[in-house]
């Protein structure tokens, strides 16, 4: 089922990193979180309690995949999980790279960007230039573990 003014089931949302017939993992493309990623659930429901136990369960067994890929090829300081569909609903989880260098730490990444220095804007650009090289790593180590992890594989 999808609706026809929802952003989700109109677009991808991002680029698609791997899917399945149930969802789709994607890059959110954020150039302040470098590795910053969605797990979107393919049919139009908002809420976790919308799917079957089964569903749930795959749903944050992919969640619980990209947070480890991420851990692993990133090494973030922490890893920040949310799933709000305030403003899109459509059932999604971001799945946030965080370091405490980077812009918002330790606020969430929704927070107002507060003012920083000359000398913490270039460490947190320092720090976006070491993580890009590591984002390709990233993306097939964790297109890699879905496929060997999830039956039936990409779509």
Known sequence: MHSSDCLLCQTPGGTVLWQNQQLRVIDAGDALYPGFTRVIWTAHVVEMTDLTTAEQAELLRVVLLVEQAQRAALKPDKV???????????????????????????????????????????????????????????????????????????A
């Open 80 to 154: 920040n999980l949310a799933a709000f569909g305030n403003v899109v609903p459509h059932l999604h989880w971001h799945v946030i790279p965080r370091w405490q260098d980077d812009p918002h730490f330790p606020q969430p990444v929704w927070a107002a960007l507060p003012h920083a220095d000359a000398t913490a804007q270039a460490a947190q650009e320092a720090r976006r230039t070491s993580v890009r090289p590591q984002l390709n790593a990233y993306y097939q180590a964790l297109v890699a573990r879905l496929d060997s992890t999830l039956l039936g594989g990409p």
